[in-house]
């Protein structure tokens, strides 16, 4: 049941890259001219759309999983990593689940590209920077993506816009199932899943909810609730999750735990917190109306101001500015439809600005397009 090394496995003779042949190169332009168009849209699960959206920025859940008769990726030779990603690929094709998903090789693609996934979400800095063959299949909606070779075999993700832990769940649950009766998942009766890392061994599961919490952030009571979801056990990380710290006041909150646990079990965890937490921003934005009414409205203008006609700025500052616009959106100060500030937040990413500009950009390139990109994006808003 488990991956062992030097266990025998089935050997797939034949690559899937983008000289592989004239059906895959053809597949590989067109995927290539579809990142190009990505970086012109927004992702739905950043539209604002959904439960306590104005707080709640979008929910995740991640699965990891491995294929039995492999080494763990870490152990595995670049051969084995490439039947890996065939077979998965073959899998997805022959699944009604998955035959419509993108699929592309991450080892073909360079800095850039790679960077720009990152950036959707799509796939994770470890994947980005790893080595040896690797691969996401995603749907069309980007709600769901699948890594190949990542630290494990199998990544899966399933994003719902605001609160929606239960929905993404039940999706990837029944994904879940479809992929491991086609590529049967190392399972042990007492362990669970078994994992490249300890710490995800049983469920797999890592449920997680980003989101937006400026009034804590100003008030100065961040640090405190930092602290108490600390203590019970869950992590906080930023925007790009593991490794990466908060910024423009977005915190990314998961389970830890996934041993000897069931999956009900860590998404109830979650959402025993998260109403307490929401409650507290909600709380601290009444405290900021109340009491520093005028001095938020003229720092959230301020921030409009600077956005509308900076000819030069950098993501850091970008970030704080429209956390401070989107706080005023939602109180009720400025008439901007959210999506199009939760879009600002995606397309003034480094990556993103280098995509729809068309070329590779130096960093002043790249803060002098994010300025012009903002003016153009909040000129006509008062």
Known sequence: MGT??????TVITHRMSCDAGAVDRKDCERLMSDLNELAR???PWLK????ESDIVISSRVRLARNLTHYPFTSRATEHEKREITILVRERLRQSELTRDFEFLS???QGPLDRQFLVERQLISRELAGGDGPRAVAFAEDESVSIMINEEDHIRLQVMESGLALAPAWERADKLDDALDEALQFAFHPQFGYLTACPTNVGTGLRASVMLHLPALTITREIERVLRTMQKLHLAVRGLFGEGTQPSGDFYQISNQITLGRSEEDVLEELQQMLPTVIEYERKARQALLENNRDELQDGICRSLGILKSAHTITSEETMFHLSRIR???N???LDIPI???NELFMQTQPAHLQKLH???LGVQERNVMRASLLREKLADVN
């Open 4 to 9: 062992f090394p030097g266990q025998t496995h």
């Open 41 to 43: 849209r927004i992702s």
């Open 48 to 51: 604002g759309t959904g439960p």
């Open 106 to 108: 991450i080892e073909d």
């Open 327 to 329: 706080l005023g959106v």
């Open 331 to 333: 109180l009720g100060f």
């Open 339 to 341: 999506s199009i500030i």
């Open 358 to 360: 068309g070329q590779e």
